[in-house]
């Protein structure tokens, strides 16, 4: 760790608080000047660092940038953030950490963004992803460590391990609508993005991509998403929530791989379901029908019944609830 990110991380501990800069020299073993350079390299950053004379630093109650550091203390596990990497702009964050992937990067590896500038949903669609108001981050998940009985329980499972940290952030009861958006008052403020790669001898899964993008204080939507999405904190908020968000997403991911498969997952992703019992229309890739949305299995995949009354259970597509 270098010096920035030692003056970084004392400025986190002490958010809101002012801190010498003879006492920060002192703390570090380094000089005055070495930490009078820190703080203007870390303002260049983005950082909003106040100096006053005889007062020293603070990092102000408003920063909001996304760093190791403002993420180590809701850390459940200070290890986590050796495998953390946070970018200032990313096309796509399932982009970068596939491709980590593929040259061998280890199990629960996190690509976090402040923005990506070609940020993608589900068949492509484009994810809005602008800097600085949403968290947008990927894991990449190595089939031997999960215990996976099926590749919908992951987006499921991801699902409401962003529900909790959201309700315990916020205290706002975010809903699901299968499979992978999170709502608030019925607008989209989540959208989850699973791809999986096949390994080609055993035909198993051999990792997965679980990429998040979150509206956080997210606004000025642009078009139709206006009518559509939300964000989690519509008015402002302070400036360590994303960090927040980020490490408690974090510390529900690499605690352990219980939380894919431990039945209590699946409960609440039921709980949290919108569209049980309600008409709707599913659209996959070569067909389009109307049906009721009966339950949901223990693998998350959709029981639904088609006009004709005979049951399918759907383990991807699109669904829409139908007006009255």
Not at 110 to 128: K, P
Not at 158 to 173: L, S
Request: hydrophobic share 40%; charged share 25%; aromatic share 6%.
């Amino acid at each position: 760790m270098g010096t920035k990110d030692e003056v970084l991380g004392l400025l986190e501990k002490h958010r809101g608080k002012n801190l010498s800069g003879e006492d920060i020299a002192c703390r570090l073993g380094i000089s005055r000047t070495s930490v009078w350079k820190a703080v203007k390299s870390l303002e260049r950053d983005g950082h909003d660092i106040r100096a006053a004379t005889n007062r020293g630093y603070q990092l102000s109650d408003g920063n909001n940038v996304l760093s190791i550091q403002g993420l180590l203390p809701y850390l459940s596990n200070e290890n986590f953030a050796e495998k953390i990497r946070i970018y200032k702009s990313l096309e796509s964050t399932n982009k970068t950490a596939k491709e980590m992937a593929v040259n061998g990067c280890e199990h629960g590896t996190v690509i976090i963004a402040d923005e990506q500038t070609a940020g993608r949903g589900r068949y492509g669609r484009s994810f809005y992803s602008p800097a600085g108001s949403g968290l947008y981050m990927s894991f990449v998940l190595r089939s031997q460590f999960l215990d996976l009985p099926s590749p919908t329980m992951i987006t499921a499972a991801a699902a409401v391990a962003v529900c909790r940290v959201i309700e315990t952030a916020a205290g706002k009861k975010p809903a699901i609508k299968w499979v992978n958006d999170i709502l608030l008052n019925d607008k989209k403020i989540c959208g989850i993005l699973t791809e999986a790669v096949t390994d080609f001898e055993s035909g198993g899964i051999d990792w997965i991509v679980a990429g998040l993008g979150i509206n956080v204080d997210t606004k000025d939507f642009p078009g139709d998403l206006s009518q559509s999405a939300a964000s989690i904190f519509p008015d402002k908020t302070d400036g360590a929530v994303r960090n927040r968000l980020a490490a408690e997403i974090v510390n529900a991911f690499l605690s352990s791989g219980e939380w894919l498969n431990d039945g209590e997952t699946y409960r609440e992703y039921k709980d949290r379901l919108t569209l049980l019992g309600r008409a709707i229309t599913v659209m996959r890739a070569n067909e389009t029908f109307e049906a009721i949305a009966l339950d949901v299995d223990e693998t998350c995949r959709l029981i639904v019944k088609r006009q004709d009354g005979t049951i399918a259970a759907l383990s991807s597509g699109e669904v829409s609830v139908k007006s009255p």
